[in-house]
């Protein structure tokens, strides 16, 4: 693999995530990767490594049938990055739809991605989207 800069990794996993290149994304993420999802959500918990991420994936596609990421600010100059998105979510099971803001926070070492954490500006409306 081509040796990238933190944000450089960042931007590539992002593109990847859009493009649902599922080889880049293991590529990029560590192997001892690890995210942390908030228990209030539908899919909280700690999710490790590449099969943790594609557990996670699996379980957000089976919450909602539109997730509508947009990136307003990714700032940081490695490794700890944070990335400000306003989020659109449509519930699979009532079909309602919210905007929201999400922060996270992103560690890259090593040109791989180790370290995840998401906070939803409101856990509770988003998880009251699909009861």
Do not use: C, N
């Not at 450089?8 to 560590?30: H, N």
């Not at 905007?99 to 500006?121: A, M």
Request: glycine share 8%; proline share 4%; aromatic share 12%.
């Amino acid at each position: 693999m081509e040796q990238r800069s933190a944000r450089q990794t960042l931007e590539a996993f992002f593109a990847a995530f859009k493009a649902q290149d599922v080889a880049l994304m293991e590529a990029l993420l560590a192997p001892d990767f690890v995210i942390y999802e908030a228990d209030g959500l539908p899919y909280g918990g700690v999710y490790k490594g590449f099969a943790g991420w594609m557990d996670l994936l699996g379980k957000i596609g089976a919450t909602w049938t539109e997730v509508t990421p947009t990136i307003r600010h990714l700032i940081g100059d490695g490794p700890h990055f944070a990335v400000l998105m306003e989020l659109a979510l449509t519930s699979k099971v009532t079909g309602r739809r919210i905007d929201t803001s999400i922060f996270e926070q992103w560690t890259v070492e090593s040109g791989r991605i180790k370290e995840v954490r998401p906070f939803y500006w409101d856990t509770k409306s988003v998880a009251a989207l699909v009861v």
